[in-house]
């Protein structure tokens, strides 16, 4: 789909153009219009224009001007240049860019939809080159980082691929480790930048991820990337080469020798970036896990060491601290996407399976300490209430006196009374959230048309109708035929021969004085009238008398 702009300082050409093209059947999702080569820029600096059609003769910048100022600005777009017929020798002189059409006036509309249809086969074209096979193959290779980064964040954060997806992903971003594989956690944190990171902290950071990469290299396989909380996060397992070594070694104890290696090789790493970076960063080493399940244990069980046992401490080194804990936070409740997340962007009916899949856990430990039944109900209210506030609603407004004081003053004593006080809870503010959306579309109308009832007269394009509501044009439409099932350029039509007849019919005003009250000029007001009434406006006026 293209989106096309139409630049004339003749209004009446404009709208012609505008009404009699059936730009949807050429693949035109939106039509822009323009009264003025710098009016235009202003259009192109909002919207990404792919195609523009333009007069050469303007008062201030010419067509020829714009298009080359279009050339600068926006390369790919095609433009079609109207001319007439004292200029287009001219015209054909001066332009060497990328004008794809010279159109003498007046203008047939086969020959703009040809010249329309032309610049759309070049645009395909050139999209299709540029997402050919071998770009998309060198793009991906220069994004590897960042998506082997995404992707090991997601599964931090508990992120679940399905087997036959992980395969795919693998083999795309070529990442080292497979379903089962023996691994462990290195958590660096950079506690002073160093003399490379005192301009930018994050080119200290990519050159202790060189040097992680290049020390680690002798015996392990290493993933990084970078969390939330500012850590660099290695994880790592054993190379089959070093991990046949050890076994031939010590068959019996061989993963006494593994942990060995790694606490050596990352005190190796630490002392490696203080001596060339100058900066200080404190290691910490996970127990092992099995790859990728136990990620995001080792990740909790890692930054929960941090806390008690580095703290503040810089240039600190902590080895693996294998504890056997009787309590855990409750996992479905902290993995993304959380509650939180999902009602922040509307997703309710994930939101209610992410509530199902909480309230299985509590049952599944049989929840007899409360403790269980308050980490849910924090996390839960917590971020009802952020999305309540973050769309102009108090709680006490949403819920209802009861639900309210149970939410304010919990006084729930298992976990299916928590539950179904979540499920009221989201119940009502998805109800409200709706209620309200629905009445803003329903608003947004009204305003449209009270709009286009006081400026039928001059402008009613969709660009200023666009303007006065504050919304973006392709969005605009859309809500529009939502709510009424019609078009909204098919509304304006309609509008102005509704009003059209009524004048006819009920006053004395000439008929070029019906036109201009309608925005028309005169010669144009009758053929749009005919097309719609198999008659001219006289006509119609003779039979009503």
């Not at 032309?118 to 991906?140: F, H, K, M, P």
């Not at 046949?244 to 050596?264: G, V």
């Not at 980490?375 to 009802?384: L, M, P, Q, R, T």
């Not at 209802?400 to 989201?426: C, H, I």
Request: hydrophobic share 40%; with cysteine.
């Amino acid at each position: 789909m293209f989106r096309l702009l139409l630049v004339d300082d003749e209004r009446p050409v404009v709208e012609g153009l505008e009404e009699i093209i059936p730009w949807e059947d050429l693949r035109i999702v939106q039509v822009y219009t323009a009264f003025s080569g710098q009016e235009a820029l202003n259009v192109m600096k909002k919207h990404a224009i792919d195609i523009v059609v333009t007069d050469i003769q303007m008062p201030g910048m010419t067509g020829i001007e714009l298009i080359k100022e279009i050339e600068r600005r926006s390369p790919r777009t095609k433009c079609v240049l109207l001319s007439g017929h004292a200029e287009f020798e001219y015209a054909k002189q001066a332009i060497q860019s990328n004008v794809i059409d010279y159109l003498l006036k007046p203008i047939r509309s086969q020959t703009l939809i040809d010249s329309v249809n032309r610049a759309q086969e070049l645009l395909q074209q050139e999209w299709e080159q540029i997402g050919s096979y071998e770009r998309s193959v060198q793009a991906l290779r220069e994004n590897l980082p960042l998506l082997r980064e995404n992707m090991l964040k997601e599964l931090l954060q508990g992120g679940r691929i399905r087997e036959e997806e992980w395969e795919r992903r693998r083999q795309t971003l070529d990442v080292p480790f497979v379903p089962g594989d023996d691994c462990s956690l290195v958590l660096a944190r950079m506690d002073e930048p160093g003399r490379v990171g005192e301009a930018d902290p994050s080119l200290a950071e990519f050159a202790v991820g060189n040097i992680a990469a290049e020390v680690f290299s002798d015996g392990f396989h290493t993933w990084t990337c970078k969390v939330d909380h500012g850590f660099l996060i290695f994880v790592v397992k054993l190379t089959q080469t070093r991990a046949a070594e050890m076994r031939r070694e010590d068959e019996a104890d061989w993963t006494k020798s593994r942990k060995q290696l790694l606490e050596e090789t990352a005190s190796r790493f630490q002392s490696t970036v203080k001596h060339y970076l100058k900066c200080k960063i404190s290691i910490l080493i996970g127990d092992w896990g099995v790859f990728p399940g136990g990620l995001q244990a080792l990740y909790r069980q890692a930054l929960s060491s941090l806390i008690k046992y580095v703290g503040d401490s810089e240039d600190f080194f902590l080895a693996s601290m294998e504890e056997k804990r009787k309590v855990t936070a409750l996992r479905g409740l902290h993995e993304h996407p959380t509650i939180a997340h999902l009602l922040e962007v509307g997703h309710w009916k994930q939101a209610y399976g992410k509530v199902g899949d909480i309230f299985s856990e509590l049952n599944r430990i049989n929840a007899r300490h409360r403790e269980f039944l308050m980490e849910a109900y924090f996390s839960i209210s917590g971020a009802v209430a952020m999305t309540a506030h973050n769309n102009g609603y108090l709680l006490s407004e949403v819920l209802g006196d009861e639900d309210y004081a149970a939410m304010m003053q919990p006084a729930y004593d298992s976990a299916r009374t928590l539950e179904a006080l979540t499920l009221r809870a989201l119940n009502k503010l998805e109800a409200r959230m709706i209620a309200d959306l629905e009445g803003n579309r329903l608003s947004i109308v009204q305003k449209v048309h009270a709009f286009i009832d006081k400026n039928l007269d001059t402008d009613v394009s969709l660009q200023s109708i666009s303007d006065h509501v504050y919304l973006h044009p392709v969005y605009l439409s859309k809500v529009y035929k939502l709510e009424t099932g019609e078009g909204l350029s098919e509304y304006i039509n309609r509008t102005r021969m509704e009003k059209a007849c009524h004048l006819l019919k009920n006053s004395r005003q000439k008929i070029y004085e019906i036109a201009e009250s309608l925005g028309y000029q005169t010669n144009y007001f009758i053929r749009v009238f005919k097309r719609q009434y198999g008659m001219t406006p006289q006509e119609y006026r003779r039979i009503q008398i």
